[in-house]
């Protein structure tokens, strides 16, 4: 990834995207400070989930839980690029909270287009966690879920899916990107 990034992570709800994204985040940990904003978890949920980094990571992986306001997202995000953390992770889109009274498609423009403009102004790096449309998903199509903003805005856009077996009992999980502005492969 380049410095500036931003990064839609999409997955249909208990594809894996925040265990998937911890283990990205555990390895930045092992040579640089990140920031993890973790809205979706309870506290000894995500305690059990990084239990097993080492003494590096564990120093490294800095986490933020209770300040979901998008104004607090953004200065946090200032005050830890300011201190050298380049790389951030937000679960959820979904959980993060913006005043007014828009719209939810109008909310998820402006979460999108500001941790975007972040992204150019800091060279942060930010990953977001969203979810897939189900209305799309059901029509067996990929898309966020909000607003097609969203996709102007993302540098690269990441789905993750997944398929049980029903006959094996076995589980397959598929990452592709279908996006990526830097290379313009997919």
Aim: with cysteine; glycine share 6%; charged share 25%.
């Amino acid at each position: 990834f380049q410095e500036g990034s931003f990064i839609n992570i999409a997955g249909e709800s208990f594809s894996g995207k925040s265990t998937m994204v911890l283990n990205i985040l555990s390895n930045i940990a092992e040579y640089n400070k990140c920031l993890f904003f973790s809205f979706e978890m309870y506290e000894n949920l995500l305690s059990y989930k990084i239990d097993n980094l080492n003494e590096y990571q564990a120093k490294n992986l800095l986490i933020e839980q209770y300040r979901n306001d998008l104004d607090d997202v953004v200065a946090l995000i200032k005050l830890y690029a300011s201190k050298g953390v380049k790389f951030v992770a937000i679960d959820s889109k979904m959980k993060i909270k913006v005043s007014g009274n828009a719209e939810d498609h109008q909310k998820a423009s402006l979460i999108s287009s500001t941790l975007a403009k972040l992204c150019q102004e800091t060279g942060v790096i930010i990953m977001l966690i969203n979810q897939i449309s189900e209305a799309d998903l059901r029509n067996g199509r990929f898309a966020l879920k909000g607003s097609g903003d969203q996709v102007y805005d993302s540098d690269f856009i990441f789905f993750l899916t997944v398929k049980e077996d029903e006959k094996t009992g076995t589980t397959k999980r598929t990452f592709f990107c279908s996006k990526d502005r830097y290379n313009g492969k997919k």
